[in-house]
């Protein structure tokens, strides 16, 4: 009997394919749209989650939010630090912001004041020189390390160690020249440069006035108080890392008496942030298609509708020579959930083809098609079909044969 | 030798439709009976009961009042399903405008109260051959019914109804929609059928047609106002004379109309389905 419904179901549509087709594209567009919406936004984020986890799954940032300066950390805090269970390096930072010179130009310039410790935390590597060592710290040398991108930017080239380096009026000597980075610096107008962190404190007790809170709202407040206020923190390897976040939290709860007083962030906090923005940003886009696929179901029951009637006499045929109310039902549903299921393999291949145009054009990304997201819109265009289905086929199967003789 | 079995029996039978405010009694208290084997027409003026005595014993549809007894068993009793299975598998229906699918070819036209009633596909196609090769269709089986005659449809509507093996064949006009020389030839394939045992009921307009059936039932304003056995023995013979060839008719015109009696104008030109 299903066979026998699927059969009819299937001469049905066929005997008026454009009408068939026009009732799919609803179906066909509100699935394209659930699927190559979805999967463009899952792509999206699961690149972006693998360039954070690139960065550094193995490294945390620490700031502390207390002004008090009893409990003020400094470098043999850190040291203490350094020894715990599962860390492996730390670096402090204190961001100074300012301006560059070079000839008659000038540049907006971010300091990141740390030691050497900070470039084995960020993986960076050098292009040229070397990194700030424990002497530059020491001595209170004015050494600076540029970022690929500064160097470039300001002389113009990236072999520069040994060149004068003028920020706010006080002279520097280039020391090194990181390698090229792909994504760091990208993000803001500002070069970055490095210098010993010393120094940057020194630069800005100096000019409290000018110092910017680049590093967080922790470094201007505290401007004023001295003591680190920002530090990186690496663990020992990768799959240490809780480790030395508990570790890490002991000790510094330990030090300042409340959670309140620091705040830890590591890369997995920032990856589920970006999960949890990106999966409402999926949940709303897929509600929109799932609306479009509404529409189409709407349209369906409408063509469905109209079919039914007039069909009427062929119903009434059937009715007189022994179909059962069943029968007509099930023809007609699965006549709806026919339609739907076509139109939603037709959107599944569109969907398929548009992503592949996408990732011709786009070259960066790659994206795929989501399996989960094809699944539910099969799901859904199941649901739909027998949802706005079942309406046409139970008025269907409820005509009275005489009536439905009589139907012209 | 006892009579045979009472297949069809109405007891005072009304139906009575509802139109806005005044009701119309179609059937005004109908009683008679059909018994096994029987040959039997019902005629009348156009108006007079026939087409709704005959859907209630098809049953298309309920009396209103009063019983018919189908095999001894009120048909009131049945459910949806139940009087589904009467009308697929007791019962074959043959309607002046022939109610082919029009989308269907002949063959699937005929196969389908076969599936409804559950029967396999290896089954079903030698009864279909069967059915149509009875009714002289087999070689015209894959067309559709608006590429055959007339004719040609309602015998294809007659091997319909005969696929299913019915004891009881109903035939509302079945030759209404025909020329004279075909409606004959549906007259003589329904005398055959006849004489194999089956019990067969026909509405006609024409005196000719019910007097080659053995028993003629005459309905006047929803009441049987004469039921008279007729020569039982008689074989009906195709006649090539005809009131309607008389008359000027196009006898090999397969549309109706070719009488014009004031019923005409109701009847539908015979089409299936498109
Ligand atoms: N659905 C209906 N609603 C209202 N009145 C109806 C309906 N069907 C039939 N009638 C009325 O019932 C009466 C009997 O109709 P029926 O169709 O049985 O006549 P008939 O004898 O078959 O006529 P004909 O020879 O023209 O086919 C008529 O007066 C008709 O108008
Ligand atoms: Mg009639």
């Known amino acids: 009997m299903f066979l026998q419904s699927l059969k009819m179901a299937w001469k049905a549509i066929l005997s008026n394919k454009l009408r068939s087709l026009l009732t799919m594209l609803g179906i066909i567009i509100g699935v394209v749209a659930l699927v190559v919406l979805v999967s463009l936004v899952s792509s999206a984020t699961s690149s972006v989650q693998n360039d954070i986890n690139s960065i550094g799954r193995d490294m945390m940032s620490v700031n502390i939010e207390s002004t008090d300066a009893s409990t003020a950390l400094d470098s043999s805090d850190l040291d203490q630090i350094a020894a715990l269970d599962g860390v492996g390096a730390v670096a402090p930072v204190k961001n100074v912001s300012g301006s560059a010179k070079e000839g008659t130009e000038s540049y907006n310039v971010s300091a990141v004041g740390t030691t050497n410790a900070y470039f084995g935390i960020e993986g960076y590597g050098l292009a040229h020189g070397r990194y700030l060592l424990k002497a530059d710290q020491d001595n209170n040398s004015y050494v600076v390390v540029l970022s690929n991108n500064a160097a470039a930017a300001i002389y113009g080239r990236t072999d520069v160690v040994g060149e004068t380096f003028v920020f706010d009026e006080t002279h520097y000597t280039v020391v090194g020249v990181l390698a090229a980075q792909d994504t760091t610096g990208a993000m803001s107008s500002m070069y970055t440069v490095y210098i010993p962190y010393s120094i940057a404190e020194r630069v800005s007790n100096a000019s409290s006035s000018s110092g910017s809170g680049f590093g967080g709202s922790a470094s201007s407040s505290s401007s004023s108080a001295s003591g680190i206020t920002s530090f990186y923190v690496s663990a020992a390897s990768s799959d240490q890392i809780d480790v030395a976040k508990s570790s890490l939290d002991a000790w510094l709860l330990n030090h300042f008496g409340s959670s309140e007083d620091y705040y830890i962030s590591d890369s997995s906090a920032i990856a589920d942030t970006m999960a949890s923005v990106t999966n409402t940003f999926a949940l709303l886009l897929g509600g929109i298609a799932a609306i479009s696929l509404l529409v189409g179901g709407i349209g369906i029951m409408n063509i469905m509708l109209v079919s039914v009637t007039e069909r009427t006499r062929e119903i009434g045929i059937r009715k007189a020579i022994g179909a059962r109310r069943r029968s007509i039902l099930l023809q007609f549903l699965i006549e709806a959930l026919v339609v739907c299921l076509i139109g939603c393999a037709i959107g599944l291949v569109l969907s398929g083809l548009i992503i592949i145009v996408v990732d011709l054009v786009s070259g960066s990304l790659t994206y795929g098609l989501s399996l989960p997201v094809m699944l539910i819109a099969v799901l859904f265009s199941l649901v739909i079909g027998i949802i706005f289905g079942v309406y046409p086929a139970r008025k269907a199967a409820r005509l009275e044969p005489i009536e439905a003789l009589r139907y012209e | ?274």
């Open chain 2, 1 to 274: 030798m006892a009579d045979p079995k009472v297949v069809i029996e109405f007891v005072d039978v009304y139906k009575i439709y509802q139109v806005g405010d005044s009701e119309v009694r179609a059937l005004d208290g109908v009683s008679f009976q059909v018994r096994q084997g029987e040959f039997a027409s019902i005629v009348g003026p156009s108006g007079s009961g026939k087409s709704t005595t005959m859907q209630i014993m098809g049953c298309l549809d309920l009396a209103t009042y009063g019983t018919y007894y189908l095999d001894g068993k009120p048909v009131s009793n049945y459910g949806e399903d139940e009087l589904a299975d009467i009308r697929n598998r007791k019962i074959g229906f043959v309607f002046q405008n022939f109610n082919l699918i029009g989308k269907m070819t002949l063959e699937e036209n005929v196969e389908l109260p076969l599936i409804y009633a559950g029967v396999g596909r290896e089954e079903r196609a030698p009864r279909v051959r069967q059915a149509l090769e009875r009714v002289d269709l087999w070689g015209r089986h894959q067309h559709t019914p608006l590429e055959v005659s007339g004719g040609q449809q309602q015998r294809c509507a007659i091997a319909r109804a005969l696929v299913t093996e019915p004891e009881l064949i109903l035939g509302d006009e079945p030759t209404g929609n025909l020329d004279s020389h075909t409606s004959a030839e549906i007259l003589a394939l329904f005398a055959e059928l006849n004489r194999e045992g089956k019990t067969i009921v026909l509405i006609t307009h024409d005196d000719h047609i019910a007097a080659q059936t053995h028993r003629r039932i005459r309905i006047m304003d929803g009441k049987v106002a004469a039921d008279e056995e007729l020569d039982a023995d008689r074989h009906p013979e195709p006649s090539t004379r005809h009131p309607e060839l008389d008359s000027g008719a196009h006898p090999e015109k397969i549309a109706g109309g070719a009488r014009n009696d004031e019923g005409a104008k109701l009847r539908k030109s015979g089409k299936a389905v498109a």
